[in-house]
């Protein structure tokens, strides 16, 4: 009852500016998703950890921004890397890499810093590397505990869905 009230009050020609306004708002950020994602040439240009498995150099909740550069992966770089069967992405250092001389084609075996063993138990079962192919992209610098935000929305859905509707209010109802 409230929304007609206020549809009567500011008329629907103001109604419908306020959420033309709110739908370029969305498609700017989707487009500048899109420019860095095709930049950086990753799927994924940032990323939050949202584990502890390589404290102390990343701890959960740092954003992490990627570049998937075309040189070779090194031992020691960290990267982030998307298995077929698993949803989220894993943030691991490389700590070995076998390149094929014909093809020149890259494996690599990741470890996250505060685990004991090498990721060969999260790989698919019976594989042994990752391919270059898996790979989201590198780390290229980070912002500390500046994701939070977005583990804490992943954690309690209802404080994801209240924030997404009073965007939504304010973007329709504000005079500016």
Known sequence: MEFVTHARKFGVRALLLQGLTFLSVLT??????????????SESPVVVVLSGSMEPAYYRGDILF????????EVGEVVVYKLQDKPIPIVHRV??????????????????????????????????????????????GFVPYA??????????PQLKMGLLGTL??????SNE
């Open 95 to 140: 700590m070995k890499v076998h390149t094929e001389k014909k093809t020149g084609k890259q494996y690599l075996l990741t470890k996250g810093d505060n685990n004991t063993a090498d990721d060969r138990g999260l790989y698919s079962p019976g594989q042994l590397w990752i391919q270059r192919e898996e790979i989201i992209g590198r780390v290229k």
């Open 28 to 41: 700017s950020a989707f487009m500048i998703w899109k420019g860095l994602s095709l930049v950086t040439n």
């Open 147 to 156: 994701g939070m935000g977005t583990i804490w929305m992943n954690d309690y």
């Open 66 to 73: 990627l570049n998937n550069g075309y040189s070779p992966i």
């Open 168 to 173: 939504c209010l304010l973007s329709l109802f």
